[in-house]
């Protein structure tokens, strides 16, 4: 019987594909790193190429574990978001290489477009900011810097995509131009209210509409891919973008629920049901899901600095090997003895945004050492998250639970801590591949293996470590308080 599900999760550093049981359960996983192209200082690019050709490779070696193409019910795509790809309709080639989502080389035109007093009404069309994170800038900087692109657009074969895009595209052979509406929905050119592409706001950044894919829905019948690939067509019945799937991987599917992951930096997404979000903290509104053409949103906030500051200690002050020793080190003493750190190594994020603040560490004494330094650095991850929760708090979005994934999460002294400082319980999966899970999970429900995407989360979902709040009001208090003169600091 065809009952597994293959997921395609296409992420910045590396490509993976992974073979789900239809109980969520993970069979099999192949990776491939991908090639980070860095021209100029702020630009980062990949090869569409490559993402294709290894992305492909990974799936080839996967299928055969589930006994080849015939037992693959469907497969699911998610993907680092936002990046750009361009090719040509008529040849099915990339133009130019891909824009990634953490190129900054579009802020002049984000700039012009800010003092231009554009801000407000794309927020309130879009759920976005005008930075050069988002897709619409890219384009257009395509358009006016790579002569081939602006060719193609006047001969009226241009194709512009985001990373599943150019994936389905590949996938199915050149027959599906689309992008689902949780990946459209970070372009800077999507209305959230309609979920289609605006035609004022592709006059206004300057991108022809015929370029753009068409937006579907992110579980269904989407696409079949071309026979050839694997050996007979494969329905393609789920796609996200990355952040979005690691939130259905950890089923926030009410409004209230909210998912943390803590890699490199920390991605915040709360679910607001079929409410569009209206921020005015500065957190972002996006699609979550689009199914049978119904809506459900987010609200995002992210923070710059999180694992990278353990990698900090680890590599630049070399107080432990290995990250997870951090743990040990703040179980060993009863407190920080007054020590804080302001994590702005590279700028603050949401609800600060302070891109010029500059990391601090206050409260030195001589008995301040290692292990100090250390629990400092896991309180700062409580310090922050607790700011973002003012800031969703403050926008009509108090958190209802917190589901914390990402490589960090496996630390359970900073769960605990989180728990403490939120007064919130706090929830972490046996498992924490959440993004590749809530990819399977709308792929799962999209071909029918289950009734619908709640049924696909309950059923796919594995084990849960709760750990409950348990901190006195007062340490908490005090705690806060020294964080917030740290953070004037900064
Ligand atoms: P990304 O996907 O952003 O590359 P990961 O989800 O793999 O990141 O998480 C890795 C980050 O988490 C690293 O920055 C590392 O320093 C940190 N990290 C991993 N394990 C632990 C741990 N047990 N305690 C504290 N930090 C950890």
Redesign the pocket.
Known sequence: MADYILVLDEGT?STRAMLFASDGVLVASAQAPITQHYPQSGWVEHDPREIWEKTLACALEVVPKAGGAASIAAIGITNQRETVVAWDRATAEPLTNAIVWQDRRTEPFCAALRDAGHEAGVQERTGLLLDPYFSGTKMRWMLDNVPEVRAAADQGTLAFGTVESWLVYKLTGGAAHITDASNASRTLLMGLEDAQFDEGLCDLLGVPRASLPGVVDCSGPLAMTAADLFGRAIPITGLAGDQQAATIGQACLAPGQTKAT????AFVLTCQGSRIPRSTNRLLGTVLTQIDGARTYAIEGSVFVA??L??WL?DSLGIVEV??Q??ALARSIPDSGGVVIVPALSGLGAPHWEAEARGVIAGLSFASGKAQLARAA?EAMAHQTHDLAAAFTADGAPWQSLRID???S??DW?AQDLADMLGLPVERPGSVETTALGAAMLAASGVGIYPDLASACQAMRGRLATFEPAMEPDVRDARLAAWRKALSAA
């Open positions: 550093t803590y890699g490199t930096g694992g990278s353990v990698q680890r990250a997870s951090t743990e896991l990402g490589g960090m496996a630390n900073m």
